[in-house]
């Protein structure tokens, strides 16, 4: 038994430059674990605009068997988000935005409940034409309320290496698929049960609310979870109560980025709270400040040491940003994804849904949820 590790696409550059889809054959033969995905290109060459990342102008990642069923589906964002909570860490210096030369970003898209997970990995064997699709739009210069962004010059590169277990000794017990369930529009105090797809066991459950200056923080009021019309209510809790319980389930995540920034700049960090930390490259005359993250609406500042004035022009930083929520993304802590007792067979309930209540201030964006579903058969 040992595990297959190689190229399956090595430095090959998407087919468009602007916008497209591709679509990249999978082997057919073994169990899959994950697919190790790179992608870098060359952002536009403005340094005052790093708001659109190649993570945002990968729209759709998905995961397709049989010429129609949908395995993973994700965006780019929501892709960093789930590695975090299945404890899959990014690359140090995995999400650069350096203006006019090489922007990276590393993703890993897990079949089971973590990386390298023996009990859950796709049997290529069992299905039809696996394929990854990667929907793109690498002409994009606003997304979800920020606005500051800049298509890229040219064609960006992937590669892509499957973690596919050979000559196995084991059988897995099936697989985790992973898709948008629920969406609704936001409104002010709008109260929406986001109704969950009965007939599938779900391992867990996420909320997105991300949008410039909101999130989750400013978006949302309770958030309830509902089993058989109000008969059971596991759950229901304010975000700040809800942060604090997945902390202390999840623990604080940390993610890292070199970017330009400009003083002042509302900016969308890649966890909505916590705090960031930074310094300048080259040995440049400013120092990132220190700054509490909250609801995507916290922008970048900075100091020019030699006179203590706050800067203005655009200065590239190495920034760590460490707390929760990343994307605007969290998980349902009734969940357990690693305790199988903890999973909800909906099959055996009358109906299941996630009741959010929205603020006074709610923004126009569009939450959405996302469930882990386990398959066991093919």
Not at 62 to 77: A, F, P, Q, R, T
Not at 144 to 161: D, E, K, R, T
Not at 223 to 236: C, G, K, S, T, V
Not at 246 to 261: D, I, P, W
Request: proline residues 5%.
């Amino acid at each position: 038994m040992y595990w297959q590790q190689r190229y399956l696409k090595e430095s090959a550059q998407f087919e468009s430059q602007t916008t497209g889809l591709e679509t990249i054959d999978l082997p057919k033969t073994g169990l899959l674990s994950g697919l190790e995905l790179k992608v870098w290109g060359t952002p536009g060459s403005t340094t005052s605009s790093p708001d659109v990342w190649l993570h945002n102008m990968l729209q759709k990642i998905e995961l397709i068997v049989n010429g129609s069923k949908v395995i993973k589906s994700y965006s780019g964002d929501q892709l960093l988000a789930m590695m975090l909570y299945k404890k899959i860490p990014h690359f140090g210096h995995g999400m650069k935005n350096d203006a006019g030369t090489s922007g990276e970003e590393f993703f890993y898209i897990p079949l089971g409940r973590f990386y390298h997970d023996l009990d859950y990995m796709l049997d290529l064997s069992k299905v039809n034409d696996p394929e990854l699709r990667i929907d793109y739009n690498f002409g994009m210069t606003s997304h979800n309320g920020w606005s500051n962004g800049q298509a890229m010059s040219a064609a960006p590169y992937y590669s892509l290496i499957p973690h596919i277990l050979r000559e196995p000794e084991i059988t897995p017990k099936g697989y985790i698929k992973t898709s948008e369930v629920a969406r609704f529009t936001s409104g002010t105090s709008k109260i929406e049960n986001m109704k969950v797809p009965m007939g599938p066991v779900y391992a867990n459950l996420y909320l997105q609310c991300f949008y410039a200056a909101h999130g989750l923080g400013l978006d949302i009021d309770k958030l309830e979870l509902n089993l058989n019309n109000d008969a059971i209510i596991p759950f229901r809790v304010g975000v700040t109560e809800l942060e604090a319980q997945l902390v202390r389930k999840y623990g604080l995540f940390e993610m890292s980025q070199v970017v330009y920034l400009t003083g002042g700049q509302a900016y969308p960090w890649p966890l909505e709270v916590g705090e960031f930390f930074g310094r300048t490259a080259e040995a440049q005359d400013a120092l990132l400040a220190g700054g509490d993250l909250w609801a995507d609406n916290t922008p970048a500042q900075y100091t020019v040491l030699s006179t203590q004035a706050a800067g203005s022009g655009s200065i590239k930083f190495f920034v760590t940003t460490r707390g929760a929520f990343p994307f605007s993304v969290a998980a349902i802590p009734v969940f357990d994804l690693m305790d199988e007792r903890t999973w909800i067979k909906s099959a055996e309930l009358g109906d299941l849904w996630l009741r959010v209540e929205e603020t006074s201030g709610a923004a126009s964006s569009t939450p959405k949820l996302l469930a882990d579903e386990v398959v066991t058969s093919y």
